[in-house]
Every structure is written in C-alpha cells, then in structure tokens.
Nanobody
Framework: QVQLVESGGGLVQAGGSLRLSCAAS????????MGWYRQAPEKQRELVAGITSGGSTNYADSVKGRFTISRDNAKNTVYLQMNSLKPEDTAVYYC???????????????WGQGTQVTVSS
C-alpha cells in the first residue's frame, strides 16, 4: 500500500505564509512527478504547482512569484512554500504523485486526503 499524508494547513492572515508538506510512504519503488492541487468551494480542482523527479517545476499563473514547490527525494516528501497569501488562495490543498510500487511495473496516481488553507482578509 502507498499513501500520501499532508500537513501544514491552517488559518493565516492575508500577506502571511504557510508551508505544506506531503510525505509518501508504503511499498514505494520510485516516485515520479509530484504536485499540489487545490479546490475552493463550488470550483473545480486546479493545479497549483508541479515538480518532476528531476526537479523541473511549473506553476499556475495565479501563484507564480508567491509559491515555491520543492521535494526531498530522500524523504519521499514534497513541499509547497506559500508566501504573500491572498484570500483567494483559500481552498483545500491536495498532494498528488505518480508512484511505482514494489509490486507493479507501472505507475499509479495517488492523492492525499487534503489540508485546509484559509486566508483571512
């Protein structure tokens, strides 16, 4: 079994910062691309940031210059540093990863349980 566990969400005032973490655990052979998505009430889930196994990154236009995604391959962990937070960043944030387990020769997509980020004005 493979699971992703997120942490670091919470309530912050506009202009503040939060750091999200997502740790993968279980019968992992290799982790490919990882990313963070978010879903605000009555809106579709959207990609916030992604990072490849080699460290290449991409960001949604709405967070460029404010958010930074990184990963620690030794810890099977991906991070999202969020600075200059705005009320419109309020959403449930989900971790996503493509992982090949020890028992398969193909990658499956996994999701974390989500962590709430609330930015007050």
């Amino acid at each position: 079994q493979v699971q992703l566990v997120e942490s670091g969400g919470g309530l912050v005032q506009a202009g503040g910062s939060l750091r999200l973490s997502c740790a993968a655990s279980g019968t992992i052979f290799s982790i490919h691309a990882m990313g963070w998505y978010r879903q605000a009430p009555e809106k579709q889930r959207e990609l916030v940031a992604g990072i490849t196994s080699g460290g290449s990154t991409n960001y949604a236009d709405s967070v460029k210059g404010r958010f930074t995604i990184s990963r620690d391959n030794a810890k099977n962990t991906v991070y999202l540093q969020m600075n200059s937070l705005k009320p419109e960043d309020t959403a449930v944030y989900y971790c996503n990863a493509g992982i090949t387990s020890l028992y398969n020769n193909y990658a499956n997509e996994y999701w974390g349980q989500g962590t709430q980020v609330t930015v007050s004005s």
